[in-house]
């Protein structure tokens, strides 16, 4: 079953730049699809628009059977992202208060936060933080307390724009541990990223875009001979006619 349905999806920018043209794309439910291309390429600029962050200019985004633009509402619901800088994502005083503030929005019974708190904390291996400040938290827990606030949401789409950047090999392994546990339990995971090494391993699907524009699609293995074409570095292993490892071995 689609999820999601791209039809004609264009945006241009106030000062006339093109930040995505014509795309049509599906993502199948509990799919893990990596979207790679140089800074610029269109890769954050669509992502915006599967939870009405951005207004298309043209086009229409559908989750499970509805429109985008006919209830944004559900649409951050259902698609939760993590945005490179996981600092711009806490609002809360504690990790506990983080976590809770979407379903306080979402004007949730008090039994029915706690219980989703406890439930996204517990996921993400946060628990024993609860009391703590979210600021003095490591680069990699922060990244995963902005991926229990969004499973607090009930979100069953998870978009990571550029997760492993600025995180320590630790983190790393942290980030990447717990997105493929959720794609696990039947999340559908989008990640953007010009760095492939890391998550290569899991996806199920390679999509590189350059200028606005998807360029290819297909399976990982497929597509990696010509990373390079579109300015994004293959993996090592890639490069020397081996299969990429993943970093969790």
């Given at each position: 079953m689609n999820i999601i349905e791209i039809k004609n999806l264009s945006h241009h920018f106030a000062d006339g730049?093109?930040?995505?043209?014509?795309?049509?794309?599906?993502?199948?439910?509990?799919?893990?699809?990596?979207?790679?291309?140089?800074?610029?390429?269109?890769?954050?600029?669509?992502?915006?628009?599967?939870?009405?962050?951005?207004?298309?200019?043209?086009?229409?985004?559908?989750?499970?059977?509805?429109?985008?633009?006919d209830d944004p509402k559900r649409a951050r619901r259902m698609v939760g992202m993590v945005f490179q800088n996981a600092d711009s994502q806490?609002?809360?005083?504690?990790?506990?208060?983080?976590?809770?503030?979407?379903?306080?929005?979402?004007?949730?019974k008090r039994d029915?936060?706690?219980?989703?708190?406890?439930?996204?904390?517990?996921?993400?291996?946060?628990?024993?933080?609860?009391?703590?400040?979210?600021?003095?938290?490591?680069?990699?827990?922060?990244?995963?307390?902005?991926?229990?606030?969004?499973?607090?949401?009930?979100?069953?789409?998870?978009?990571?724009?550029?997760?492993?950047?600025?995180?320590?090999?630790?983190g790393i392994r942290q980030v990447l541990n717990q997105i493929v546990t959720l794609h696990h339990a039947g999340h559908t995971i989008l990640i953007a990223t010009h760095d492939l090494e890391k998550v290569i391993c899991h996806a199920q699907r390679l999509i590189f875009m350059k200028a606005g524009n998807i360029i290819r699609d297909g399976a990982p293995n497929d597509n990696l001979k010509e990373a390079e074409r579109f300015g994004v570095r293959a993996p090592c292993a890639s490069r020397f006619g081996k299969e990429p490892v993943s970093w969790l071995l």
């Open positions: 730049a093109i930040g995505i043209d014509d795309i049509n794309l599906t993502i199948r439910e509990g799919e893990f699809v990596v979207f790679a291309g140089m800074n610029g390429s269109g890769k954050s600029t669509l992502f915006r628009h599967l939870n009405g962050l951005l207004t298309p200019s043209n086009g229409t985004v559908i989750l499970d059977g509805v429109s985008v633009a806490i609002v809360g005083e504690t990790v506990y208060d983080d976590v809770a503030f979407g379903p306080e929005n979402l004007g949730l029915i936060i706690a219980q989703r708190v406890s439930e996204a904390l517990n996921a993400v291996n946060l628990s024993t933080h609860a009391d703590q400040r979210p600021h003095l938290l490591s680069g990699g827990e922060k990244r995963r307390l902005a991926i229990a606030g969004i499973l607090a949401m009930g979100s069953r789409v998870l978009v990571f724009d550029e997760p492993f950047s600025n995180l320590d090999y630790p």
